[in-house]
């Protein structure tokens, strides 16, 4: 699609005529029927506004003229898991796994071939592949060539490990000990808890990155689940596929 396209499709769709538009983004209407009929296309400043509006990157509104990659893991970009900086902006340079309202989530590399490995083993990888080629790419990428520069000197791997040494602390009966958490979208993994009534609830945002991870008990059928960040601790165990979730605790910290 151009741009023309783009922002007529995203106007009509949110159900907004041009004058509602032009209010919403400081322009006039005839601005808005310029770029709809495809004579001029939003400054930059204007497409900034464009993409908060619409909840879309920069690259979507010009007609998606670039592949996006995540600077760090490398993963294709699209709108659902673009990135957003500390005042929600969307950050087309990363995914939401990778960087989360302005902090980066992995300080060391192996790490994350690690995570990496575990989500590409099994889709036309092997295990000594997937770790082949994340050891040859992410060399490649942005985060990894300025890591002096980007990263924090450790303090979100310490707050991290400051997370597991309390979660382990709780001593969940039958609960696998932590030693790692990483980054999770909230989409993913926020399971709906069935209350005594009958009703269900949520505790999680979709568009949030907590950190968390899945503990499997040899034997069992059912997962625990562990998902924290700055305000809480929960605690979860589920069947496959994350049916049948029960809720073992939820602590603010």
């Keep these: 699609?151009?741009?023309?396209?783009?922002?007529?499709?995203?106007?009509?769709?949110?159900?907004?005529?041009?004058?509602?538009?032009?209010?919403?983004?400081?322009?006039?209407?005839?601005?808005?029927?310029?770029?709809?009929?495809?004579?001029?296309?939003?400054?930059?400043?204007?497409?900034?506004?464009?993409?908060?509006?619409?909840n879309v990157s920069i690259n979507t509104l010009?007609?998606?003229?670039?592949?996006?990659?995540?600077?760090?893991?490398?993963?294709?970009?699209?709108?659902?898991?673009?990135?957003?900086?500390?005042?929600?902006?969307l950050n087309e340079d990363y995914c939401k796994w990778c960087?989360?309202?302005g902090t980066?989530?992995?300080?060391?590399?192996?790490d994350l071939i690690e995570v990496c490995v575990k989500n590409m083993a099994g889709d036309g990888f092997s295990e000594e592949q997937a770790r082949g080629y994340l050891k040859h790419r992410l060399p490649e990428l942005d985060y990894w060539k300025r890591h002096k520069e980007l990263s924090d000197g450790g303090?979100?791997?310490?707050?991290?490990?400051?997370?597991?040494?309390?979660?382990?602390?709780?001593?969940?009966?039958?609960m696998p000990k932590v030693e790692s958490l990483n980054a999770?979208?909230?989409?993913?993994?926020n399971l709906a808890y069935p209350l005594p009534g009958g009703a269900a609830v949520r505790f999680l945002d979709d568009s949030t990155t907590y950190l968390?991870?899945?503990?499997?008990?040899?034997?069992?059928?059912?997962?625990?689940?562990?998902?924290?960040?700055?305000?809480?601790?929960?605690?979860?165990?589920?069947a496959e596929g994350g049916t049948e979730p029960e809720l073992l605790l939820y602590k603010k910290r």
């Design 212 to 238: 968390g991870t899945q503990l499997e008990v040899p034997g069992e059928e059912r997962c625990f689940g562990v998902l924290a960040n700055a305000d809480f601790i929960l605690i979860c165990t589920y």
């Design 62 to 89: 010009l007609g998606s003229p670039r592949q996006l990659f995540c600077q760090c893991c490398g993963m294709p970009l699209d709108d659902t898991i673009i990135s957003r900086n500390a005042d929600s902006s």
């Design 1 to 54: 699609m151009t741009t023309q396209e783009v922002i007529y499709d995203l106007r009509t769709r949110s159900g907004l005529s041009q004058d509602e538009l032009a209010e919403k983004v400081f322009v006039t209407r005839q601005a808005v029927s310029r770029w709809e009929n495809g004579d001029t296309v939003p400054n930059t400043e204007t497409l900034k506004l464009l993409s908060d509006l619409f």
């Design 104 to 110: 980066y989530t992995y300080d060391n590399m192996d």
């Design 99 to 101: 960087y989360a309202d």
């Design 155 to 174: 303090k979100f791997d310490a707050f991290k490990k400051q997370l597991v040494d309390e979660i382990n602390a709780l001593r969940i009966p039958g």
């Design 184 to 189: 999770l979208v909230g989409s993913y993994v």
